[in-house]
């Protein structure tokens, strides 16, 4: 059973830098598939923030990929998030997810509640 | 950017039929994926690729997709279906996901 599970700071400071991992278990990283990231602000809908191949390649949501990273380390079957100079509105849900081809998230992360506060 | 549109509520008695609608240009042309989330969960997949079921998820869940419309059906109704429901495409014009603005239904 493929299982993912977030991880990272719950609390960032305005400005700094949001981090989360995501390890995945049940499933190899390098064996396929894309692996994304998807918040939620607090009583609103889903957002995609970006997703990456297990190869490297990564495609952002136009709208963040400024402040966005994402990263994969298949050595220790995890990939990354970093969105950098956060403001209280990226305070949210963030999720971890597996994609298909055609990019649908078949197996998600619980979700971890990133606030973004002083 | 790419704009999927959905009604904010559906209303639907149990025992009966809600259908949850996504609009958008020309849809009909990708390939759309609907999720449910219920309160204080992550989202479950209940169609992928227009009209497909994962394992697991009940014959009662049915998608559709054609012109600038796509629709999620759920026959039967029961109180376990009361969920927020999503739609979602893969903007090729853009290479990114779009979600939709989400469905809240309420079973009566």
């Known amino acids: 059973q493929v299982q993912l599970q977030e991880s990272g700071p719950g609390l960032v400071k305005p400005s700094e830098t949001l981090s989360l991992t995501c390890a995945v278990s049940g499933y190899s990283i390098s064996s396929g598939y894309y692996w994304g990231w998807i918040r939620q602000p607090p009583g609103k809908g889903l957002e995609w923030i970006g997703s990456i191949y297990h190869s490297g390649s990564t495609y952002y949501n136009p709208s963040l990929k400024s402040r966005v990273t994402i990263s994969v380390d298949t050595s220790k079957n995890q990939f990354s998030l970093k969105l950098s100079s956060v403001t209280a509105a990226d305070t949210a849900v963030y999720y971890c997810?597996?994609?298909?081809?055609?990019?649908?998230?078949?197996?998600w992360g619980q979700g971890t509640l990133v606030t973004v506060s002083s | 950017s790419y704009v999927l549109t959905q009604p904010p509520s559906v209303s639907v008695a149990p025992g009966q039929t809600a259908r949850i609608t996504c609009g958008g240009n020309?849809?009909?042309?990708?390939?759309v994926h609907w999720y449910q989330q219920k309160p204080g969960q992550a989202p479950v997949l209940v169609v992928y690729?227009?009209?497909d079921r994962p394992s697991g998820i009940p014959e009662r869940f049915s998608g559709s997709n054609s012109g600038n419309t796509a629709t999620l059906t759920i026959s039967r109704v029961e109180a376990g279906d009361e969920a927020d429901y999503y739609c979602q495409v893969w903007d090729s014009s853009s290479d990114h996901q779009v979600f939709g603005t989400g469905t809240k239904v309420t079973v009566l």
């Open positions: 997810a597996r994609q298909s081809g055609s990019y649908y998230s078949d197996y």
């Open positions: 020309n849809i009909g042309s990708k390939s």
């Open positions: 690729d227009d009209s």
